[in-house]
Nanobody
Framework: QVQLVESGGGLVQAGGSLRLSCAAS????????MGWFRQAPGKEREFVAA????????YAADSVKGRFTISRDNAKNTVYLQMNSLKPEDTAVYYC?????????????????WGQGTQVTVSS
């Protein structure tokens, strides 16, 4: 089993920044890819960014490319999502996810464990 706990969400004005953290426990963190997804009210959960097991390879959705950066610290069993130049359309619940293998990957079915989510609200 894997436990994932997100933190760092909140309310921010458009143009501002937030950094989300996801602390993992229960498996060898450094052997697996990790990802961030988000879900806005009335919409399906969508891919945001992913990172492979070592941190040497990352993907980001076109909608956040150049604004969001995913990173990881394997010594701390933590993955981060740095979000800059936030827009109202970034408002959503953000979920951390554990990949089934080394990653990275952008499809939901590639992930087998999920955190409880953290709310990010961007005001205009």
């Amino acid at each position: 089993q894997v436990q994932l706990v997100e933190s760092g969400g909140g309310l921010v004005q458009a143009g501002g920044s937030l950094r989300l953290s996801c602390a993992a426990s229960g498996r060898t963190f450094s052997s697996y890819g990790m990802g961030w997804f988000r879900q806005a009210p009335g919409k399906e959960r969508e891919f945001v960014a992913a990172i492979n097991y070592s941190g040497g390879s990352t993907y980001a959705a076109d909608s956040v490319k150049g604004r969001f950066t995913i990173s990881r610290d394997n010594a701390k069993n933590t993955v981060y999502l740095q979000m800059n130049s936030l827009k109202p359309e970034d408002t959503a619940v953000y979920y951390c996810a554990h990949h089934r293998s080394r990653g990275p990957g952008y499809a939901l079915y590639e992930y087998n464990y999920w955190g409880q989510g953290t709310q990010v609200t961007v005001s205009s």
